[in-house]
C-alpha cells in the first residue's frame, strides 16, 4: 500500500517558538493532503485541506496565520505551528489521497508528530 | 457531523472473536462503510470497507446487514496487539478531495 511519513515523530518546544512539521507521501503522488489535530482520548479533529500548488482550506475555529500550511509539490505537505503555546500540544497526524483504481481505499495516513510545548 | 455511532468501549479475551458493531442509519445509496483503527500514538490504520457484501480480507471480515443500516467488524482472533480504537466511518468513495470524519470509535481492549 501507499504510504504517508511525517517528520518529525515528536517534538519538544519552547513556548513562543516555531515548528515545522513535514507529511510526504513516499511512493505517490498526491493532489490533496489533510491535517488532522488529535487531543488526549479524543477524535481527529480536521485543522485543514491542502492542494498542490493552492493555498489551504482552513476549518471553522481553526487559525490560518497560526498554522501555516505549504503544499509546495505532490509529495510534501508542511505545516508550521507558530509562535507555539502549551495549548498547542498535540497529536499531528496528516494523509493523503491517492488514487488506487478501482479499490476505494484512497486515503493513506502519516504516523504522525507529538508535540510537546513547554 | 460523524453519521455512525459505535459503543464507546469493549473488552474482548484473547484469541477469541472481537465483534465491533457500528450503527449507520443513515447512510446514502452511493456510501461505504469503511473501518480503520488507531493503535495508541499512532496514526489510522486502514482495516477494511465495503458496499452492501461482506467483505474479508487478511485482517478482519465485514458484516453489513441487507438494509445497510448496520454494520460489524470481526476481528476472527483477537490477539494484544489489536488492542486500539476502532472508527467506523460512512463515505463516497474515490472522493479524493474529502476528509474522513472520524467519530468517538470503540475502545477495544483484548485481554490476556
Known amino acids: 500500500g501507499a504510504v504517508v511519513s511525517q517528520h518529525p515523530s515528536r517534538v519538544i518546544c519552547k513556548s513562543g517558538t516555531s515548528v515545522k512539521i513535514e507529511c510526504r507521501s513516499l511512493?505517490?503522488?498526491?493532489?490533496?493532503m489533510f491535517w488532522y489535530r488529535q487531543f488526549p482520548k479524543k477524535s481527529l479533529m480536521l485543522m485543514a485541506t491542502?492542494?498542490?500548488?493552492?493555498?489551504?482550506?482552513?476549518e471553522q475555529g481553526v487559525e490560518k496565520d497560526k498554522f501555516l500550511i505549504n503544499h509546495a509539490s505532490l509529495t510534501l505537505s508542511t505545516l508550521t505551528v507558530t509562535s507555539a503555546h502549551p495549548e498547542d500540544s498535540s497529536f499531528y497526524i496528516c494523509?493523503?489521497?491517492?488514487?488506487?483504481?478501482?479499490?476505494?481505499?484512497?486515503?493513506?495516513f502519516g504516523p504522525g508528530t507529538r508535540l510537546t510545548v513547554l | 457531523d460523524a453519521k455512525t455511532t459505535q459503543p464507546p468501549s469493549m473488552d474482548c479475551a484473547e484469541g477469541r472473536a472481537a465483534n465491533l458493531p457500528c450503527n449507520h442509519s443513515?447512510?446514502?445509496?452511493?456510501?461505504?462503510v469503511y473501518w480503520y483503527r488507531q493503535i495508541h500514538s499512532q496514526g489510522p490504520q486502514y482495516i477494511i470497507h465495503?458496499?452492501?457484501n461482506n467483505e474479508t480480507n487478511e485482517m478482519a471480515s465485514l458484516i453489513i446487514t441487507e438494509d445497510r443500516k448496520s454494520s460489524t467488524l470481526i476481528l476472527p482472533h483477537a490477539t494484544l496487539r489489536d488492542t486500539a480504537v476502532y472508527y467506523c466511518?460512512?463515505?463516497?468513495?474515490?472522493?479524493?478531495?474529502?476528509?474522513?470524519?472520524f467519530g468517538p470509535g470503540t475502545r477495544l481492549s483484548v485481554l490476556p
Open positions: 494523509s493523503a489521497s491517492h488514487r488506487l483504481a478501482g479499490v476505494g481505499n484512497e486515503q493513506f
Open positions: 511512493d505517490f503522488q498526491a493532489t490533496t
Open positions: 491542502s492542494n498542490e500548488g493552492s493555498k489551504a482550506t482552513y
Open positions: 443513515t447512510i446514502s445509496g452511493n456510501e461505504y
Open positions: 465495503g458496499l452492501k
Open positions: 466511518i460512512v463515505r463516497v468513495p474515490d472522493n479524493y478531495g474529502q476528509n474522513f470524519v
